[in-house]
């Protein structure tokens, strides 16, 4: 069974540029969800989708953004980069809402922003 | 907004020792789970657990939720070098998404 699959897996930006980001889920899966990590701050929910619609969304402002297409592939787009939007993006895909019985998490895109 | 800490932030301990991870909020969760993060990886899933006050072991790892479902606890038994990464506690609840911990970097010395 075919794990979560982000790609890229590197990825550097110039600042002011965009920059979207690619999972496919778990097969069966139709909910994912991206988090950003970095050093200082851990992991943080950035927002979940479940067949195609946004259910949940966290504390990030409009320049990020995702949607999931019909076959539970998800994308992720962040545009004007800045030197803070440099992190490790995973994306996780689960069986059911909110991640309640645990999530399958990529290896991650690493963006760094120059 | 739901918070979980975690305790210690770091540990480095000798090969054969024993050691506890802790996570702690002042919120209640349907569920808990905790995650064991390599470099260059993502999380991967060690265990859910969701009813108060129970107790799931896998292998030489033990986990725990508080009888309130505010709290959580990881004890390894006689760690091993494989065991080193990040630990990392999650709480799913009234948030509408699973709520992270900060991490414990946990080093285990040969």
């Known amino acids: 069974k075919a794990g979560v699959t982000q790609t890229p897996r590197y990825l550097i930006k110039t600042r002011g540029q965009q920059v979207t980001l690619s999972c496919s889920p778990i097969?069966?899966?139709?909910?994912v969800s991206w988090y950003q990590q970095t050093p200082g701050q851990g992991l943080q929910f950035l927002f979940e989708?479940?067949?195609?619609?946004?259910?949940n969304k966290g504390n990030f402002p409009g320049r990020f953004s995702g949607r999931q297409f019909s076959n539970s592939r998800s994308e992720m787009n962040v545009s004007t980069l800045e030197l803070g939007d440099s992190a490790l993006y995973l994306c996780?895909?689960?069986?059911?809402?909110?991640?309640?019985?645990?999530?399958?998490f990529g290896s991650g895109t690493r963006l760094t922003v120059v | 907004t739901q918070l979980l800490e975690q305790s210690p932030q770091f540990l480095s301990i000798q090969e054969g020792e024993n050691l506890t991870v802790y996570c702690n909020s002042s919120?209640?969760?349907?569920?808990l789970q905790w995650y064991r993060q390599e470099p260059g990886e993502g999380p991967v899933l060690l265990v859910t657990?969701?009813?108060?006050?129970e107790v799931k072991k896998l292998k030489r790892l033990t986990f725990q939720f508080g009888d309130a479902r505010k709290d959580s606890s990881l004890h390894i038994t006689a760690a091993q070098p494989g065991d080193t990464g990040l630990y990392l506690c999650?709480?799913?609840?009234?948030?509408?998404?699973?709520?992270f911990g900060s991490g414990t970097q946990l080093t285990v010395l040969p």
């Open positions: 996780a895909s689960s069986a059911g809402h909110f991640g309640n019985y645990g999530y399958t």
């Open positions: 097969s069966g899966h139709r909910s």
């Open positions: 989708y479940f067949s195609e619609t946004q259910r």
């Open positions: 919120s209640v969760f349907s569920s």
């Open positions: 657990v969701v009813t108060g006050g």
């Open positions: 999650a709480g799913s609840g009234s948030a509408r998404q699973l709520t």
